[in-house]
């Protein structure tokens, strides 16, 4: 059973680690083992990564991939990409192997507005509030200046502020609803900042707003934050070629694909049950860049699943459609992302990406993720409705199965010829491995 303890944090990296291994393991020396193999020998780059949270003890590697050929917008691109599952960087490569010989991947950056909420209780007259937040908007950003100034002389800052009434929902609630352009960054403490300050000029001018009552001039702030649902910073993502392109060699026809491909899209769109599956896969493309970019992936996750509910059911966040023989299939998704703050100039391996994708700004990454994205649902559709899911999955999942047996190279080798010809199951590979030992 796990014990508590107090003042965790204060004690040094050792120190924690003797304590985990020693209330939560059999064998401690293997437990610290398993740790001490991932810390990095250089101990500045160590020390960085130690510093990035609280209580860190090692480092949680994962595989960083690249994805070649994508061609966006007539420009050709490498996709660094961190993932786990076996299969993404290589249907990412495909998809992007296929599109390359059909004209690429053309992008648009819809819109880059990102919103921030001050929520407030106000118990009184609407219309006097409403008098006075008039009369406070400009104080509201004067008193901003010093956090907006330097956001300002580069083209972004706080587009407006609007006041909400919210009283239908809560007793009471209004908010501050304000939007911001944030250009390069996320944008997240920008905005934060901003908001508590509005929250306490908010506070103070309405103690002295002579119209208002005794109780009225007691605005309450519940809380300034932004908001990871950001339907106005938009990017479209868009493939198209003839129907009949889309035949590959020994492969069904054009129609019969562009057909059943659209159909898949259909039933994500009307159908929640498999519309989060089809998102999910979307996502193994986005996810992928955006945390090989260094961006927030939770906060992507959050807006996107938000925005694909948006019309009041969960539905498919891409579409396709055949006219007059043209085959098209397309995502528009909300993407609030930085190429520059937060992890991006620090660590390396996030400097490296940014490097590997030609320094993008953000817009031009809020591209590359989207094409990332419907790059990997193309793939995924692709073998769930010609071969099915699981010949390519499993082939590539063969050496994760490979390696929970200790496989050595030669049989890794012998077994990955063997299975050229063969299905992968589970129980296929673990026959054939005690065959082969045998
Ligand atoms: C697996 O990670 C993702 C898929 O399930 C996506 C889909 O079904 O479209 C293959």
Known sequence: MSKSIAGFSKLSKSEKIDWIVETHFSNTEDATNVLKQYWNTDEKLQKLHDEFIENTITNYYLPLGVAPNFLINNKLYTIPMAIEESSVVAAASKAAKFWLDRGGFKTTVLSTTKIGQVHFMYQGDYNKLKTFFNSVKPKLLTDAKPITKNMELRGGGILDIELRNKTTDIKGYYQLHVSFETLDAMGANFINSCLEQFAKTLKNEALAFSDFSEQEKNIDIVMSILSNYVPNCLVRAEVS?????????????????????????QIAEVEP?????????????????????????????????????????YSSLSHAKVENGIFTFWLEIPLA????????????????ASELLGKPSAKELMQIVAVAGLAQNFAALKSLTTTG????????????????????????????????????????????INELRE
Do not use: W
């Open 337 to 352: 992302l930085g190429t520059v703050g937060g992890l991006t100039g620090l660590h390396p391996l996030v400097k490296f």
């Open 241 to 265: 070629c003839k129907v009949e392109e889309l035949t590959e060699k020994n492969d069904v026809s054009g129609d019969v694909f562009a057909n059943k491909f659209v159909q898949a899209i």
């Open 389 to 432: 899911i699981q010949q390519g999955h499993m082939k590539m999942h063969l050496m994760n199965i490979l390696n929970q047996f200790d496989a050595n190279d030669e049989e890794k080798t012998i077994l990955t010829e063997y299975f050229k010809t063969h299905t992968v199951t589970h129980s296929a590979v673990v026959e054939a």
């Open 273 to 313: 049950y498999r519309a989060v599956t089809h998102n999910k896969g979307i996502m193994n493309g986005i996810d992928a860049v955006i945390l090989a970019t260094g961006n927030d992936f939770r906060a992507i996750e959050a807006g996107v699943h938000a925005y694909a509910s948006r019309k009041g059911n």
